[in-house]
């Protein structure tokens, strides 16, 4: 089949066979690019018109006991300033989030297990002070008492990036101490205890070949998550993988499109990490199906700390003051940002 009639067949069945979507990816180029990015902005417009959520995120802590090859966070990174927010602080970035018409809150953070009880109480509190927001947290790989109990204090979202779904890829890209197993035991448990979960994976990450993202588009397809976050590879100077390439802009704003079209009612973010490779990327990965976008909300003093790869993009720029002009910059695409949860619209996939 041609890369049209097999977009075509995505589009209308949201499903394609194994060897279908490897074809698919090898069938990346310009011409595809621009097809596939077409039909997924209709699709994203039929189901959720032109409406794109806004997130407020808080990076409440930089440490973390992993020591993944790719990120600046890694817990050997000695030159990496290390932070934890106080709860004081926390509590004001969703105060000042919230003014801003913000109601999802996104708590993410390496994986600072030392914070873990403290963590559980101040979920609590975000819940109760604003009962009609959703939390959603990006904590890591944790026993599935923690999540049950985070569960039950109010956080209803967990993004948990699945990386690859090759095995063999996944250990090129960790130590051996983090395991392939347990990554897929937690998405597995989160989904089952009732989580919207996102899963995802960088683009252009060392090793990988459309083989591994074949395979992770088919396990994207099976898993359901309700959100997907995909960005390319940016190395960190101070990480293992600092002289590999920059993953490719097109070849993500493909893979979105294509994703948008295998999962149609998920919410996908418009990365920070695509406006880091290509000014207002973001605006594009819009108009290839993003429906969300998750604008920084932690104090700027530690967010420089935040670093997990180089020029991160809104380092320094506190965009929450200033959503008029992103405002403005969505407009000219014909989108409009909306106060509103964004709650994955049929429950949760099973
Ligand atoms: N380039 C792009 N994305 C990265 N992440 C971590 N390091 C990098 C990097 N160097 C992504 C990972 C992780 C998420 C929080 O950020 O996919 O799950
Ligand atoms: Fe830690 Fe996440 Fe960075 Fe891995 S990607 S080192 S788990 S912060």
Same mark, same amino acid.
């Given at each position: 089949?041609?890369?049209?009639?097999?977009?075509?067949?995505?589009?209308?069945?949201?499903?394609?066979?194994?060897?279908?979507? #490897?074809?698919?990816?090898?069938?990346?180029?310009?011409?595809?690019?621009?097809?596939?990015?077409?039909?997924? $902005?209709?699709?994203?417009?039929?189901?959720?018109?032109?409406?794109?959520?806004?997130?407020?995120?808080?990076?409440?802590?930089?440490?973390?006991?992993?020591?993944?090859?790719?990120?600046?966070?890694?817990?050997?990174?000695?030159?990496?300033?290390?932070?934890?927010?106080?709860?004081?602080?926390?509590?004001?970035?969703?105060?000042?989030?919230y003014?801003?018409?913000?109601?999802?809150?996104?708590?993410?953070?390496?994986?600072?297990?030392?914070?873990?009880?403290?963590?559980?109480?101040?979920?609590?509190?975000?819940?109760?002070?604003?009962?009609?927001?959703?939390?959603?947290?990006?904590?890591?790989?944790?026993?599935?008492?923690?999540?049950?109990?985070?569960?039950?204090?109010?956080?209803?979202?967990? #993004?948990?990036?699945?990386?690859?779904?090759?095995?063999?890829?996944?250990?090129?890209?960790?130590?051996?101490?983090?395991?392939?197993?347990?990554?897929?035991?937690?998405?597995?448990?989160?989904?089952?205890? $009732?989580?919207?979960?996102?899963?995802?994976m960088?683009?252009?990450?060392?090793?990988?070949?459309?083989?591994?993202?074949?395979?992770?588009?088919?396990?994207?397809?099976?898993?359901?998550?309700?959100?997907?976050?995909?960005?390319?590879?940016?190395?960190?100077?101070?990480?293992?993988?600092?002289?590999?390439?920059?993953?490719?802009?097109?070849?993500?704003?493909? #893979?979105?499109?294509?994703?948008?079209?295998?999962?149609?009612?998920? #919410?996908?973010?418009?990365?920070?990490?695509?406006?880091?490779?290509?000014?207002?990327g973001?605006?594009?990965?819009?108009?290839?199906?993003?429906?969300?976008?998750?604008?920084?909300?932690?104090p700027?003093?530690?967010?420089?700390?935040?670093?997990?790869?180089?020029?991160?993009?809104?380092l320094?720029?506190?965009?929450?003051?200033?959503?008029g002009?992103?405002?403005?910059?969505?407009?000219?695409?014909?989108?409009?940002?909306?106060?509103?949860?964004?709650?994955?619209?049929?429950?949760?996939n099973?």
């Amino acid at each position: 089949m041609s890369y049209k009639e097999l977009l075509n067949k995505l589009n209308t069945e949201q499903w394609l066979e194994d060897k279908e979507l #490897l074809q698919l990816v090898f069938a990346f180029s310009p011409e595809s690019e621009k097809y596939a990015m077409n039909l997924a $902005g209709k699709k994203a417009l039929s189901v959720f018109g032109n409406k794109i959520y806004y997130r407020g995120i808080v990076e409440f802590t930089n440490i973390c006991r992993n020591n993944c090859y790719y990120c600046g966070l890694r817990k050997d990174n000695e030159k990496c300033k290390r932070y934890r927010l106080t709860e004081d602080q926390i509590l004001s970035c969703c105060e000042n989030g919230y003014r801003l018409g913000m109601r999802t809150f996104v708590l993410q953070g390496g994986e600072d297990i030392a914070f873990d009880v403290e963590f559980t109480d101040l979920i609590k509190k975000i819940h109760v002070r604003y009962p009609e927001c959703a939390i959603t947290l990006g904590a890591g790989e944790r026993p599935d008492k923690l999540y049950r109990e985070w569960y039950e204090s109010g956080a209803t979202r967990y #993004l948990l990036r699945h990386e690859t779904a090759d095995k063999k890829h996944y250990e090129l890209l960790h130590p051996d101490y983090q395991h392939f197993d347990n990554r897929m035991r937690c998405l597995n448990s989160l989904k089952k205890m $009732g989580y919207q979960t996102g899963a995802g994976m960088m683009v252009g990450s060392p090793y990988q070949t459309y083989k591994e993202l074949c395979e992770d588009l088919i396990f994207l397809r099976d898993f359901k998550p309700e959100m997907v976050g995909i960005g390319p590879f940016i190395p960190h100077h101070d990480t293992p993988f600092r002289d590999k390439e920059t993953g490719s802009f097109d070849l993500t704003l493909y #893979l979105l499109a294509i994703v948008r079209l295998l999962l149609p009612t998920s #919410l996908i973010p418009a990365t920070t990490a695509m406006d880091t490779v290509i000014k207002d990327g973001r605006l594009q990965a819009v108009k290839a199906g993003c429906n969300v976008i998750m604008l920084n909300i932690t104090p700027l003093k530690e967010r420089k700390d935040y670093r997990l790869y180089d020029d991160m993009a809104e380092l320094n720029k506190m965009e929450g003051l200033d959503l008029g002009s992103l405002n403005a910059k969505f407009n000219t695409i014909g989108y409009e940002a909306v106060i509103d949860r964004g709650d994955y619209k049929e429950g949760v996939n099973k």
